[in-house]
């Protein structure tokens, strides 16, 4: 199973910017990535989701416009830049591999069950 580590949260003011970091323990193959949020009080969110090569990526309409997720597959690492980051961004992130998919569905729709997570990392945007 592979190994989900993400880095790059912390706390910034509304208007600026983020980038968060998922590195895999192992390559996940063709598999798509992505990335989920859980404000306090809330469900869990989808936020964004990219295929294995890097090239297609899909968002919530929340992050659209604002975030942009990316890949480095030579380092193993998924990427979530957050710009005019708002107060509402606020929450824990958390990236996810398919364990088995290889489209933006076997993202957003998957249960939870069917992904392989990360451990979390907070942000907080002070409004």
């Known amino acids: 199973q592979v190994q989900l580590v993400e880095s790059g949260g912390g706390m910034v003011q509304a208007g600026g910017s983020l980038r968060l970091s998922c590195t895999f323990s192992?390559?996940?193959?063709?598999?798509?990535m992505g990335w989920f949020r859980q404000a306090p009080g809330k469900e869990r969110e989808f936020v964004a989701a990219?295929?294995?090569?890097?090239?297609?990526?899909y968002y919530s309409d929340s992050a659209k416009g604002r975030f942009t997720c990316s890949s480095d597959n030579a380092k193993s690492t998924m990427y979530l830049t957050m710009d005019t980051l708002k107060h509402e961004d606020t929450a824990v992130y958390y990236c996810?591999?398919?364990?088995?998919?290889?489209?933006?569905?076997?993202?957003?729709?998957?249960?939870?069950?069917?992904?392989?997570w990360g451990q979390g990392t907070q942000v907080t945007v002070s409004s």
């Open positions: 996810v591999a398919s364990r088995s998919g290889t489209s933006f569905t076997d993202i957003v729709q998957a249960p939870p069950v069917n992904l392989n």
């Open positions: 192992r390559s996940v193959g063709n598999y798509a």
């Open positions: 990219i295929n294995w090569s890097g090239h297609n990526t």
